[in-house]
């Protein structure tokens, strides 16, 4: 792709800190047939290794036939979000090769602005990305959260799903929980 057709992208800061990014990936081609149960596992664990490498979190994810949705949030002051889904594409790229696939050659982002960073507004756009399902005819109306392709990944807390009995109050508590611990991170002295 020429330098000239990439997205244009926001200055460095934007993805940087606590932002909030809707990231979309787009299956080169719109290809179809790579979304399996075993994909959605390797996704999940490749999600989980960036969440924990990066300091992020993935508030809500939603994989469809030829796309992916998911709205990232940084938990520490130095999580890069760009640098988190470069890692993530190279390594998501690495297992859709084995399948005969890839995704386009740039993920579309939206960082969010400090209006819609609210609780209510936050579950809205979550909302938003898991009825993606519903709107495409995929899933019976009122279904989205039983989608088996859709999910919440938060390190530390595998069994945490969106639109459950209590699960936003937990929601919120965790990503206290990991803002407020660091991720248990260590300084590496190596860095410098």
């Not at 469809?64 to 993530?88: E, I, K, N, T």
């Amino acid at each position: 792709m020429p330098q000239d057709d990439y997205l244009k992208r926001l200055c460095p800061g934007a993805y940087q800190g606590e932002s909030w990014v809707h990231w979309s990936l787009t299956m080169d081609g719109r290809a179809t047939g790579w979304l399996d149960p075993r994909f959605l596992y390797r996704f999940r664990e490749i999600l989980t290794h960036t969440g924990f490498r990066h300091r992020i979190a993935c508030l809500v994810y939603c994989l469809m036939p030829d796309h992916v949705h998911m709205l990232w949030h940084g938990l520490a002051d130095d999580s890069d979000q760009r640098a988190a889904m470069s890692f993530f594409r190279k390594q998501t790229n690495l297992s859709l090769k084995r399948l005969g696939f890839r995704w386009q050659l740039q993920a579309y982002d939206r960082v969010l602005r400090d209006t819609e960073v609210e609780q209510t507004e936050l579950r809205a756009i979550a909302e938003y990305i898991v009825r993606n399902p519903e709107r495409a005819g995929l899933i019976d109306h009122k279904r989205f959260a039983s989608y088996a392709y859709s999910g919440c990944r938060l390190p530390g807390f595998p069994d945490l799903r969106l639109f459950e009995e209590d699960s936003w109050p937990r929601l919120w508590r965790a990503l206290s929980y990991l803002k407020r611990t660091d991720l248990f991170h260590v300084a590496d002295s190596k860095r410098g």
